[in-house]
């Protein structure tokens, strides 16, 4: 995905882009199924509200749920992460797995269609969250 010259100027004055049709409806459902299951886990990566089992905020699903392993190296995702590269000034968290997208490995981008078909994707904490990130969480905390 290319941005044209009036998307990148509009990133420059507001900040963001918005693709309203990036996804397909099914492609959304897919996504969308998996947030219980997500929110459901007793992980360090669900912040819970306090006083209440609600979730506010799910860090990390990418390194352990199936659907969201794949949109990461997705070639329409690309761009979000390139622009983030550029912008990002998020520094709150100080351990190496939370350094918000600023680990920028080569991307090798997975086909448009695969939320919808199987594609081999590493799921690193699939089995539970490495104790070195645990002792990050923390020191942050």
């Known amino acids: 995905m290319r941005l044209s010259e009036q998307q990148v100027e509009r990133f420059e004055r507001e900040g963001y882009l918005f693709f309203p049709d990036l996804f397909t409806r099914t492609e959304i459902k897919i996504l969308a199924d998996e ?31 199936y659907p969201f392993a794949k949109l990461s190296p997705w070639n329409r995702v690309s761009v979000y992460l390139s622009l983030c590269a550029v912008s990002n000034h998020i520094r709150r968290f100080k351990r190496p797995g939370y350094i918000a997208h600023r680990d920028f490995a080569p991307l090798q981008c997975l086909p448009d269609d695969c939320l919808l078909k199987h594609y081999d ?17 923390l020191k942050a905390a």
Request: charged letters at 25%; proline letters at 10%.
């Open 35 to 65: 947030v219980p299951n997500l929110y459901a886990q007793r992980r360090p990566e669900n912040v819970r509200e306090k006083g209440s089992d609600a979730v506010r905020t799910n860090f990390a699903a990418h390194m352990y749920s």
């Open 121 to 137: 994707v590493p799921l690193p904490w699939r089995d539970g969250t490495p104790q070195e990130e645990l002792q990050g969480a």
